[in-house]
Each structure stands twice: as structure tokens, then as C-alpha cells.
């Protein structure tokens, strides 16, 4: 059974940091691009990074450049999102998705079709 789980949300205060975790079984997922996106009440579901498995390459939403930090980890076939310097307005369900890897970055989530159950952040101001 392919699964994604995703760990790690919780509440925490403007300018701190979080780092989500996103577990990757029932397959290999080397020609994969492993994705993170988020989705505030009311709003569609955003891209935030995408990583791809096989050389650790990093895309990035430009709202969150230079703050958050995708990164893999092979052994643990785990994916993290660290989070640093968060907003309020970063507060969202954080979701976990896998793209087969084509010729571009996906960074829609029409072209993920695994995803996680997601976890939810929450930054106070």
C-alpha cells in the first residue's frame, strides 16, 4: 500500500519554526518529484516546494524563498519541510504529494496523484 504520512504540525508563535515530516512507503520513489503544499480555510490548495528524489534538487513558491528548506532523507525514505521565520499568514493544512518527475517542476497539484492526509499549522501573531 503506497502511503504518505506527514508529522510534525502544531501552533507556534510569529518568527518561529516547525519542521514537517512526510513518510514515504509502499514503493520506491527514485523517478518521483516529492512536493509540499498547504491550504488555508477558503483558499485552493497551494504549492509551496517540491524535491526531486533521485538528486535532491529544490523548487520553490516564491512566498516562502529563502524561509523553508525541503530536503530528503534516503535511508528514512522521509521528506522533510523545515520552517523558519513563519508568518501568520503560513498557516495552513501542510500536505505531502508525489508526481511521477517529467520534464518540469510540478508544481500544480493536478499532476500529484499521491498524497498525504495532511497536518496542520498554525502560527499566532
Known amino acids: 500500500q503506497v502511503q504518505l504520512v506527514e508529522s510534525g504540525g502544531g501552533l507556534v508563535q510569529a518568527g518561529g519554526s516547525l519542521r514537517l515530516s512526510c513518510a514515504a512507503s509502499g514503493r520506491t520513489f527514485i523517478s518521483y518529484a516529492m512536493g509540499w503544499f498547504r491550504q488555508a480555510p477558503g483558499k485552493e490548495r497551494e504549492f509551496v516546494a517540491a524535491i526531486r528524489w533521485s538528486v535532491g534538487s529544490t523548487y520553490y513558491a516564491d512566498s516562502v524563498k529563502g524561509r523553508f528548506t525541503i530536503s530528503r532523507d534516503n535511508a528514512k525514505n522521509t521528506v522533510y519541510l523545515q520552517m523558519n521565520s513563519l508568518k501568520p499568514e503560513d498557516t495552513a493544512v501542510y500536505y505531502c504529494?508525489?508526481?511521477?518527475?517529467?520534464?518540469?517542476?510540478?508544481?500544480?497539484?493536478?499532476?500529484?496523484?499521491?498524497w498525504g492526509q495532511g497536518t496542520q499549522v498554525t502560527v499566532s501573531s
Open positions: 504529494a508525489a508526481a511521477p518527475w517529467g520534464s518540469r517542476w510540478p508544481n500544480e497539484p493536478h499532476e500529484y496523484n499521491i
